[in-house]
Protein backbone atom coordinates (compact mmCIF):
# COMPACT_ATOMS: atom_id res chain seq x y z
CA UNK A 1 0.00 0.00 0.00
CA UNK A 2 1.18 3.52 -1.02
CA UNK A 3 2.71 5.19 2.33
CA UNK A 4 2.83 9.10 1.39
CA UNK A 5 5.57 11.38 3.13
CA UNK A 6 3.24 14.32 2.13
CA UNK A 7 -0.51 13.48 1.97
CA UNK A 8 -2.62 16.70 0.24
CA UNK A 9 -6.77 16.62 1.41
CA UNK A 10 -8.52 17.89 -1.58
CA UNK A 11 -7.64 17.96 -5.05
CA UNK A 12 -8.72 21.56 -6.47
CA UNK A 13 -6.41 23.79 -7.51
CA UNK A 14 -4.71 24.24 -4.09
CA UNK A 15 -4.37 20.54 -3.46
CA UNK A 16 -3.32 19.72 -7.15
CA UNK A 17 -0.54 22.52 -7.11
CA UNK A 18 0.53 21.40 -3.61
CA UNK A 19 1.20 18.12 -5.14
CA UNK A 20 3.01 19.00 -8.77
CA UNK A 21 5.71 20.84 -6.14
CA UNK A 22 6.02 18.51 -3.41
CA UNK A 23 5.99 15.37 -6.13
CA UNK A 24 8.75 17.33 -8.30
CA UNK A 25 10.51 17.98 -4.66
CA UNK A 26 10.90 14.37 -4.45
CA UNK A 27 8.52 13.69 -1.91
CA UNK A 28 6.10 10.70 -2.59
CA UNK A 29 2.68 12.13 -2.62
CA UNK A 30 -1.09 11.65 -2.36
CA UNK A 31 -4.27 13.59 -3.08
CA UNK A 32 -6.86 12.25 -1.72
CA UNK A 33 -10.88 13.68 -2.98
CA UNK A 34 -14.01 12.97 -1.76
CA UNK A 35 -15.44 13.71 -5.26
CA UNK A 36 -13.69 13.99 -8.43
CA UNK A 37 -10.97 16.78 -8.71
CA UNK A 38 -11.68 20.36 -9.04
CA UNK A 39 -13.53 21.54 -6.46
CA UNK A 40 -15.76 24.52 -7.15
CA UNK A 41 -13.18 25.55 -10.09
CA UNK A 42 -14.94 22.04 -11.89
CA UNK A 43 -18.27 23.62 -10.94
CA UNK A 44 -17.13 27.11 -12.05
CA UNK A 45 -18.17 27.59 -16.12
CA UNK A 46 -15.57 30.05 -17.34
CA UNK A 47 -12.62 31.54 -15.86
CA UNK A 48 -11.62 34.57 -17.14
CA UNK A 49 -9.17 36.05 -14.80
CA UNK A 50 -6.64 33.26 -14.22
CA UNK A 51 -3.07 33.95 -15.91
CA UNK A 52 -1.45 32.63 -19.10
CA UNK A 53 -5.06 32.29 -20.72
CA UNK A 54 -6.31 35.03 -22.99
CA UNK A 55 -9.64 33.72 -23.86
CA UNK A 56 -12.25 32.50 -21.20
CA UNK A 57 -11.07 28.51 -20.04
CA UNK A 58 -13.91 26.16 -19.09
CA UNK A 59 -13.15 25.22 -15.23
CA UNK A 60 -13.21 21.80 -15.67
CA UNK A 61 -10.36 21.99 -18.66
CA UNK A 62 -8.17 24.02 -16.48
CA UNK A 63 -8.12 21.22 -13.69
CA UNK A 64 -7.94 18.22 -15.98
CA UNK A 65 -4.50 20.04 -16.92
CA UNK A 66 -3.70 20.29 -13.20
CA UNK A 67 -4.52 17.05 -12.56
CA UNK A 68 -2.38 15.85 -15.41
CA UNK A 69 0.33 17.84 -14.13
CA UNK A 70 0.34 16.31 -10.98
CA UNK A 71 -0.06 12.86 -11.72
CA UNK A 72 3.16 13.63 -13.90
CA UNK A 73 5.32 14.02 -11.42
CA UNK A 74 4.05 10.90 -9.71
CA UNK A 75 1.26 12.41 -7.07
CA UNK A 76 -1.61 9.55 -6.86
CA UNK A 77 -4.88 10.50 -6.55
CA UNK A 78 -7.15 8.39 -4.16
CA UNK A 79 -10.72 8.63 -3.23
CA UNK A 80 -12.19 9.08 0.38
CA UNK A 81 -13.05 11.77 2.64
CA UNK A 82 -11.52 12.67 5.57
CA UNK A 83 -13.35 12.38 8.68
CA UNK A 84 -10.67 12.50 11.64
CA UNK A 85 -7.27 13.75 12.14
CA UNK A 86 -4.54 12.70 15.05
CA UNK A 87 -0.92 13.53 15.67
CA UNK A 88 0.55 10.18 16.51
CA UNK A 89 4.57 8.79 17.62
CA UNK A 90 4.53 7.51 14.08
CA UNK A 91 3.74 10.85 12.04
CA UNK A 92 -0.10 12.24 11.49
CA UNK A 93 -2.69 9.89 11.31
CA UNK A 94 -5.98 10.60 8.86
CA UNK A 95 -9.17 8.36 8.83
CA UNK A 96 -11.15 8.64 6.05
CA UNK A 97 -14.31 6.95 4.89
CA UNK A 98 -12.02 4.29 3.37
CA UNK A 99 -8.89 3.62 5.08
CA UNK A 100 -6.23 5.56 7.67
CA UNK A 101 -3.18 7.46 5.86
CA UNK A 102 0.08 8.24 8.12
CA UNK A 103 1.92 10.46 6.56
CA UNK A 104 5.13 13.18 7.55
CA UNK A 105 2.91 16.11 6.57
CA UNK A 106 -0.62 16.71 5.56
CA UNK A 107 -1.56 19.65 3.46
CA UNK A 108 -5.19 20.57 4.19
CA UNK A 109 -6.76 22.02 1.02
CA UNK A 110 -10.38 20.77 1.34
CA UNK A 111 -11.89 24.09 0.49
CA UNK A 112 -15.04 25.45 0.93
CA UNK A 113 -18.82 24.38 -0.11
CA UNK A 114 -21.77 26.99 -0.97
CA UNK A 115 -23.77 28.40 2.01
CA UNK A 116 -27.37 27.70 2.02
CA UNK A 117 -29.85 30.13 2.55
CA UNK A 118 -31.14 28.23 5.92
CA UNK A 119 -35.06 28.40 4.57
CA UNK A 120 -37.44 26.16 6.15
CA UNK A 121 -37.64 24.36 2.95
CA UNK A 122 -34.55 24.68 1.18
CA UNK A 123 -33.65 21.15 1.49
CA UNK A 124 -36.90 19.67 0.08
CA UNK A 125 -36.36 21.51 -3.30
CA UNK A 126 -33.01 20.28 -3.81
CA UNK A 127 -33.00 18.50 -7.45
CA UNK A 128 -36.23 19.84 -7.78
CA UNK A 129 -35.28 23.55 -8.63
CA UNK A 130 -33.05 24.72 -5.66
CA UNK A 131 -29.44 24.37 -7.37
CA UNK A 132 -25.82 25.41 -5.72
CA UNK A 133 -24.24 24.61 -9.05
CA UNK A 134 -25.23 26.77 -12.49
CA UNK A 135 -22.92 24.70 -14.45
CA UNK A 136 -24.26 21.20 -13.59
CA UNK A 137 -27.93 22.18 -13.29
CA UNK A 138 -28.52 25.19 -15.74
CA UNK A 139 -29.01 23.38 -18.89
CA UNK A 140 -31.82 21.55 -17.23
CA UNK A 141 -33.68 25.00 -17.29
CA UNK A 142 -33.87 25.67 -20.88
CA UNK A 143 -36.08 28.41 -21.99
CA UNK A 144 -37.31 28.77 -18.49
CA UNK A 145 -36.93 31.74 -15.87
CA UNK A 146 -34.78 31.27 -12.94
CA UNK A 147 -33.16 33.15 -9.81
CA UNK A 148 -30.25 33.29 -8.49
CA UNK A 149 -29.34 35.13 -5.38
CA UNK A 150 -26.30 36.39 -3.76
CA UNK A 151 -24.10 39.86 -5.18
CA UNK A 152 -20.57 38.25 -5.06
CA UNK A 153 -18.80 37.05 -8.24
CA UNK A 154 -20.04 33.86 -8.04
CA UNK A 155 -23.67 35.04 -8.17
CA UNK A 156 -22.80 37.86 -10.94
CA UNK A 157 -20.95 35.15 -12.96
CA UNK A 158 -23.31 32.40 -12.83
CA UNK A 159 -26.30 34.74 -13.25
CA UNK A 160 -24.49 36.01 -16.67
CA UNK A 161 -23.83 31.81 -17.50
CA UNK A 162 -27.56 31.26 -16.93
CA UNK A 163 -28.63 33.43 -19.30
CA UNK A 164 -26.97 30.79 -22.22
CA UNK A 165 -29.83 28.37 -21.06
CA UNK A 166 -32.52 30.64 -19.31
CA UNK A 167 -35.50 32.93 -20.99
CA UNK A 168 -34.86 35.26 -17.76
CA UNK A 169 -32.40 35.21 -14.90
CA UNK A 170 -33.70 37.18 -11.47
CA UNK A 171 -30.85 38.12 -9.41
CA UNK A 172 -31.98 38.78 -5.77
CA UNK A 173 -29.49 40.36 -4.19
CA UNK A 174 -30.38 42.25 -0.38
CA UNK A 175 -28.29 45.24 -0.71
CA UNK A 176 -28.41 47.82 -3.76
CA UNK A 177 -24.66 47.55 -4.08
CA UNK A 178 -22.47 44.22 -5.57
CA UNK A 179 -19.57 43.12 -4.38
CA UNK A 180 -18.13 41.43 -7.67
CA UNK A 181 -15.80 42.50 -9.94
CA UNK A 182 -16.81 45.86 -11.69
CA UNK A 183 -16.40 44.36 -14.89
CA UNK A 184 -18.85 41.76 -14.36
CA UNK A 185 -21.21 43.97 -12.32
CA UNK A 186 -21.38 46.24 -15.97
CA UNK A 187 -21.86 43.17 -18.19
CA UNK A 188 -24.33 41.95 -16.02
CA UNK A 189 -26.22 45.42 -15.54
CA UNK A 190 -26.62 45.74 -19.56
CA UNK A 191 -27.69 42.23 -20.22
CA UNK A 192 -30.98 42.24 -21.52
CA UNK A 193 -31.73 38.69 -20.15
CA UNK A 194 -31.21 39.87 -16.54
CA UNK A 195 -33.77 41.83 -13.85
CA UNK A 196 -32.13 42.98 -10.82
CA UNK A 197 -34.44 42.68 -7.82
CA UNK A 198 -31.83 44.59 -4.94
CA UNK A 199 -32.70 45.50 -1.84
CA UNK A 200 -34.79 42.01 -1.46
CA UNK A 201 -34.62 38.72 0.08
CA UNK A 202 -36.13 35.18 -0.60
CA UNK A 203 -39.10 34.91 2.43
CA UNK A 204 -40.55 31.75 1.38
CA UNK A 205 -39.86 29.03 -1.12
CA UNK A 206 -43.31 28.15 -2.64
CA UNK A 207 -44.19 24.93 -4.49
CA UNK A 208 -45.86 21.08 -4.21
CA UNK A 209 -43.71 18.99 -6.03
CA UNK A 210 -41.03 21.42 -7.77
CA UNK A 211 -40.19 24.87 -7.14
CA UNK A 212 -42.88 26.88 -8.45
CA UNK A 213 -42.29 30.60 -7.24
CA UNK A 214 -40.35 32.72 -4.32
CA UNK A 215 -41.63 35.22 -2.05
CA UNK A 216 -39.47 37.95 -1.84
CA UNK A 217 -39.27 40.48 0.71
CA UNK A 218 -38.55 43.91 -0.39
CA UNK A 219 -35.72 45.29 2.85
CA UNK A 220 -36.75 49.23 1.91
CA UNK A 221 -40.94 48.97 1.80
CA UNK A 222 -41.46 45.60 3.59
CA UNK A 223 -43.25 44.92 1.25
CA UNK A 224 -43.73 41.14 -0.38
CA UNK A 225 -44.11 39.73 -4.04
CA UNK A 226 -44.31 36.77 -5.49
CA UNK A 227 -41.72 35.72 -8.44
CA UNK A 228 -42.58 32.93 -10.21
CA UNK A 229 -39.06 30.45 -11.11
CA UNK A 230 -38.60 27.13 -12.03
CA UNK A 231 -35.30 27.08 -10.73
CA UNK A 232 -33.58 28.62 -7.84
CA UNK A 233 -29.45 28.94 -7.77
CA UNK A 234 -27.98 30.04 -4.66
CA UNK A 235 -24.57 31.78 -4.81
CA UNK A 236 -24.57 33.01 -0.97
CA UNK A 237 -20.79 32.51 -0.03
CA UNK A 238 -18.95 29.92 1.20
CA UNK A 239 -18.32 27.83 4.27
CA UNK A 240 -14.95 25.63 5.31
CA UNK A 241 -14.96 22.08 4.67
CA UNK A 242 -13.46 21.75 8.11
CA UNK A 243 -15.82 19.79 10.36
CA UNK A 244 -13.43 16.89 10.67
CA UNK A 245 -10.32 18.71 11.88
CA UNK A 246 -11.72 20.68 14.36
CA UNK A 247 -10.59 20.55 18.07
CA UNK A 248 -7.29 19.52 16.41
CA UNK A 249 -5.83 22.78 14.54
CA UNK A 250 -6.80 26.42 15.07
CA UNK A 251 -9.99 27.42 13.09
CA UNK A 252 -11.09 30.55 13.28
CA UNK A 253 -14.75 31.65 14.46
CA UNK A 254 -16.42 30.83 10.63
CA UNK A 255 -13.97 28.04 10.90
CA UNK A 256 -11.79 29.12 8.52
CA UNK A 257 -7.78 27.21 9.40
CA UNK A 258 -5.89 29.67 11.22
CA UNK A 259 -2.30 29.70 9.35
CA UNK A 260 1.06 31.51 9.42
CA UNK A 261 2.50 33.59 6.42
CA UNK A 262 4.48 30.38 5.59
CA UNK A 263 0.75 28.58 5.68
CA UNK A 264 1.99 26.21 8.64
CA UNK A 265 -1.23 25.34 10.77
CA UNK A 266 -1.27 25.56 14.70
CA UNK A 267 0.64 22.43 14.36
CA UNK A 268 4.26 22.40 12.84
CA UNK A 269 3.49 19.27 10.46
CA UNK A 270 0.04 20.69 8.91
CA UNK A 271 -0.28 22.77 6.99
CA UNK A 272 -3.36 24.42 4.46
CA UNK A 273 -3.84 25.94 1.57
CA UNK A 274 -6.81 27.77 -0.89
CA UNK A 275 -10.22 28.99 -0.10
CA UNK A 276 -10.21 26.84 3.33
CA UNK A 277 -8.04 29.00 4.92
CA UNK A 278 -8.85 32.03 6.69
CA UNK A 279 -7.47 34.99 4.48
CA UNK A 280 -8.83 37.68 2.39
CA UNK A 281 -8.77 36.54 -0.94
CA UNK A 282 -10.32 33.78 -2.78
CA UNK A 283 -9.40 33.68 -6.21
CA UNK A 284 -7.51 30.71 -8.34
CA UNK A 285 -4.95 32.33 -8.70
CA UNK A 286 -4.23 32.55 -4.55
CA UNK A 287 -5.02 29.10 -4.47
CA UNK A 288 -2.41 28.28 -6.91
CA UNK A 289 -0.05 30.40 -4.95
CA UNK A 290 -1.46 28.56 -1.42
CA UNK A 291 -0.39 25.44 -2.76
CA UNK A 292 3.26 25.83 -4.29
CA UNK A 293 3.88 27.81 -0.88
CA UNK A 294 2.51 25.09 1.47
CA UNK A 295 4.32 22.46 -0.49
CA UNK A 296 7.52 24.08 -0.19
CA UNK A 297 6.92 24.99 3.76
CA UNK A 298 6.42 21.32 3.81
CA UNK A 299 9.52 19.82 2.41
CA UNK A 300 11.24 22.43 4.26
CA UNK A 301 9.77 21.03 7.47
CA UNK A 302 10.46 17.48 6.13
CA UNK A 303 14.24 18.03 5.64
CA UNK A 304 14.79 19.99 9.25
CA UNK A 305 12.89 17.00 10.75
CA UNK A 306 14.62 14.23 8.97
P1 LIG B 1 -19.05 36.16 -1.49
O1 LIG B 1 -18.08 36.99 -2.24
O2 LIG B 1 -18.83 35.90 -0.05
O3 LIG B 1 -20.48 36.81 -1.71
C1 LIG B 1 -21.61 36.30 -1.08
C2 LIG B 1 -22.79 37.16 -1.46
O4 LIG B 1 -23.95 36.58 -0.89
C3 LIG B 1 -22.68 38.58 -0.94
O5 LIG B 1 -23.13 39.47 -1.91
C4 LIG B 1 -23.59 38.57 0.29
O6 LIG B 1 -24.26 39.80 0.49
C5 LIG B 1 -24.62 37.53 -0.09
N1 LIG B 1 -25.15 36.84 1.09
C6 LIG B 1 -24.46 36.26 2.11
N2 LIG B 1 -25.29 35.68 2.97
C7 LIG B 1 -26.54 35.88 2.49
C8 LIG B 1 -27.82 35.50 2.93
N3 LIG B 1 -28.00 34.78 4.05
N4 LIG B 1 -28.88 35.87 2.20
C9 LIG B 1 -28.73 36.58 1.06
N5 LIG B 1 -27.53 36.96 0.58
C10 LIG B 1 -26.45 36.62 1.29
O7 LIG B 1 -19.24 34.69 -2.14
P2 LIG B 1 -18.94 34.15 -3.62
O8 LIG B 1 -19.52 35.04 -4.64
O9 LIG B 1 -19.33 32.72 -3.59
O10 LIG B 1 -17.36 34.24 -3.74
C11 LIG B 1 -16.53 33.57 -2.77
C12 LIG B 1 -15.08 33.97 -3.04
O11 LIG B 1 -14.68 33.43 -4.30
C13 LIG B 1 -14.89 35.47 -3.14
O12 LIG B 1 -13.64 35.78 -2.59
C14 LIG B 1 -14.90 35.73 -4.62
O13 LIG B 1 -14.20 36.90 -5.01
C15 LIG B 1 -14.25 34.47 -5.17
N6 LIG B 1 -14.70 34.21 -6.54
C16 LIG B 1 -13.96 34.74 -7.55
C17 LIG B 1 -14.34 34.54 -8.85
C18 LIG B 1 -13.51 35.17 -9.93
O14 LIG B 1 -12.55 35.85 -9.63
N7 LIG B 1 -13.81 34.97 -11.19
C19 LIG B 1 -15.48 33.81 -9.16
C20 LIG B 1 -16.24 33.29 -8.11
C21 LIG B 1 -15.83 33.50 -6.79
P3 LIG B 1 -23.49 41.12 0.98
O15 LIG B 1 -22.70 41.59 -0.18
O16 LIG B 1 -24.59 42.01 1.40
O17 LIG B 1 -22.64 40.66 2.15
Redesign the pocket.
Known sequence: MFEPEILIIGAGPAGLTAAIYSSRNGHPTLILEKEVPGGQMAK?AF???YPGFSQPVKGFDLIQEMETQARRFGAIIEQGEATALKVTSKGIELQTTIRTYTSKAVIIATGTQP?S??LENETQFIGKGISYCAICDGPLFKDKEVAV???????L?EAEFLTRFCSRVHLI???DE????RVVQERVRANPKITLHLSQ?IAKIIGKQNLESLELRDLKTGNSTILPVSGLFV????VPNTGWCQGVIALDEQGFVITDEKLQTSLPSIFAAGDVRKKS???IATAVGDGALAAMTAHEFLVHSS
Open positions: TIENRLGVGGGDSAEHRRFRAAVYIGLVRQ
